[in-house]
């Protein structure tokens, strides 16, 4: 009887290790995630003031920037809002993520 508890209580152990993992590790992906998609977004930012600093204007588009300037953005996983009011304001940049 006493071996029947210790394994129960073993297993039960096991489980609470493996779920407590598991959920460490689904916060890392969601940090990482995160991260990444500030790093798309501050990488636009730099892109359209070196834009604005070498042509004197901001970008019209994402294109242009993606064209001139080496962003990339891989559309299955981001969105990215790129609104430009005047060329010599700086455009207001959303990015959001889509597998979030």
Known sequence: M?????????????????AWFLSALANVSDSESAESRQQLESAI????????????VYPPTLDYLEQHY??????????????????N??????????KA
Request: net charge negative; charged share 20%.
């Open 2 to 18: 006493k071996a029947i508890c210790k394994n129960i209580a073993a297993g039960l152990l096991l489980a609470a290790v493996l």
């Open 45 to 56: 930012r730099r892109a359209a003031v070196a834009c604005y600093a070498a042509e004197g």
């Open 70 to 87: 080496g962003i990339q953005v891989d559309e299955t996983r981001y969105m990215v809002s790129y609104d430009i009011f005047a060329s």
């Open 89 to 98: 304001l700086m455009p207001e940049i959303t990015v959001l993520d889509l």
